[in-house]
């Protein structure tokens, strides 16, 4: 029969070992036992790295859990406690980019090499139809990762360590190009969307330079007319959802004024129970 030496014992086909190790709520050392080791030096080498970490206090115990199976516990986790855009973000990354390429790795398994591939990948022919994927968007799914990772260390106790934090990213080649109108092709597009019936959302985004969730919380209160001004008191997202609320700083604009008398003639006085029509006149031209 085989015998226990130093912690270290072979059943069946393989070594296992076993520490104590205490028990966070009563402070009671209770028997932590790990198997699978193809030989006895493997099984040693863990048994004396456990016991390390057990006497700093960072054990954890062995799981079987995949980071597939990780990740789909821990963002169904934060689905009531991050904002629906921000969920969105992680659900896309985590579907679109990680599981795919290392969903089926152990995560008790995973190491910073292996994440820093991943971001190589991505790089290199991650993208639609194996294009290189942009700087941003890694640094992105980086966050995403690295978040998850900091949980299963902090939260779960699954992980030692966050081999998210010590991998390296591609360097990047400097400020990816950014493509903007100049005055005249705003002008042009501003010209031929006057018909539109989203005119005064465009002709508002452009001369305020107002977000798009800004945008689309206005109301007719937030319209000074004789002041021309606008005040956005507010930001709404629309996420494979109704629509949602968010905190905002309310910050007051003023429109052009070279053209304020113009609008007042075309807008009349609009009130809340304004017909569509009239919402359409609220142009600002």
């Not at 057990?54 to 689905?79: D, K, M, P």
């Not at 959302?201 to 206005?218: I, K």
């Not at 309310?250 to 809340?272: F, K, V, Y």
Request: glycine share 6%.
């Amino acid at each position: 029969m085989p015998r226990l030496r130093d912690g270290v014992i072979k059943r069946g086909g393989s070594w296992s070992y076993v520490i104590r190790v205490p028990d966070p709520a009563t402070g009671a050392r209770k028997p932590r036992w790990v198997s699978g080791f193809e030989t006895e030096e493997d099984a040693k080498a863990a048994r004396d790295e456990a016991r390390v970490r057990a006497r700093r206090g960072e054990y954890v115990n062995r799981s079987t859990s995949t980071v597939a199976g990780y990740l789909a516990e821990w963002v169904e986790a934060h689905a009531s406690t991050v904002k629906p855009k921000t969920l969105a973000g992680y659900r896309h990354d985590i579907d679109h980019y990680i599981v795919p390429r290392i969903g089926r790795i152990r995560l008790q398994a995973l190491r910073p090499a292996v994440i820093s591939m991943l971001y190589r990948e991505l790089a290199e022919h991650g993208g639609r139809d194996g294009q290189p994927l942009s700087a941003t968007t890694v640094s992105h799914i980086h966050r995403t990762l690295r978040k998850a990772l900091a949980d299963a260390v902090q939260v779960e106790q699954l992980l030692a360590v966050n081999p998210a934090a010590r991998s390296k990213r591609p360097r990047s080649s400097g400020a990816e190009p950014t493509r903007v109108w100049t005055a005249e092709q705003l002008h042009a597009f501003l010209t031929a969307a006057r018909s539109h019936r989203l005119f005064a959302f465009y002709r508002l985004a452009a001369y305020t330079g107002a977000r798009r969730g800004e945008l689309l919380y206005l109301r007719w209160h937030a319209l000074d007319l004789d002041a021309a001004e606008v005040t956005f008191g507010g930001s709404t997202a629309v996420v494979a959802r109704p629509a949602c609320r968010r905190n905002h700083q309310d910050r007051t604009l003023a429109h052009d004024q070279h053209r304020q008398r113009n609008r007042r003639h075309t807008a009349g006085t609009p009130s809340p129970a304004g017909t569509a029509a009239a919402r359409r006149r609220v142009s600002l031209e």
